[in-house]
Nanobody, 114 residues
Framework: VQLVESGGGLVQPGGSLRLSCAAS????????MGWYRQAPGEQRELVAT???????NYASSLKGRFTISRDNAKNSVYLQMNSLKPEDTAVYYC?????????WGQGTQVTVSS
């Protein structure tokens, strides 16, 4: 199983970015895909997850600014990030949970700075 993220970059405060992640390999029909992030010197933290059935779980502090979505046919998950703040700066990791196993992407850097 391989996860490939894209869409990170440098954005000014108040701006938006959309992250994408595509999973390839043997993917179970039921799975949970999502996003986590890790800022320098901090632990990795939940951003949002979404099941194949559409159930979502958000970090409470991010709900309203960030929106997760997915395309099951493409084994892909997306993260729309709006009203970005400098404290959103982190490496964002795509995750896939299925069959008791957990997989991670390589991470994509998001930097929010003027």
């Amino acid at each position: 199983v391989q996860l490939v993220e894209s869409g990170g970059g440098l954005v000014q405060p108040g701006g938006s970015l959309r992250l994408s992640c595509a999973a390839s390999g043997s993917i179970f029909r039921f799975n949970v895909m999502g996003w986590y992030r890790q800022a320098p010197g901090e632990q990795r933290e939940l951003v949002a997850t979404m099941t194949t059935g559409g159930t979502t779980n958000y970090a409470s502090s991010l709900k309203g600014r960030f929106t997760i979505s997915r395309d099951n046919a493409k084994n892909s998950v997306y993260l729309q990030m709006n009203s970005l703040k400098p404290e959103d700066t982190a490496v964002y990791y795509c995750s896939l949970d299925m069959g008791g196993s957990n997989y991670w992407g390589q991470g994509t850097q998001v930097t929010v700075s003027s």
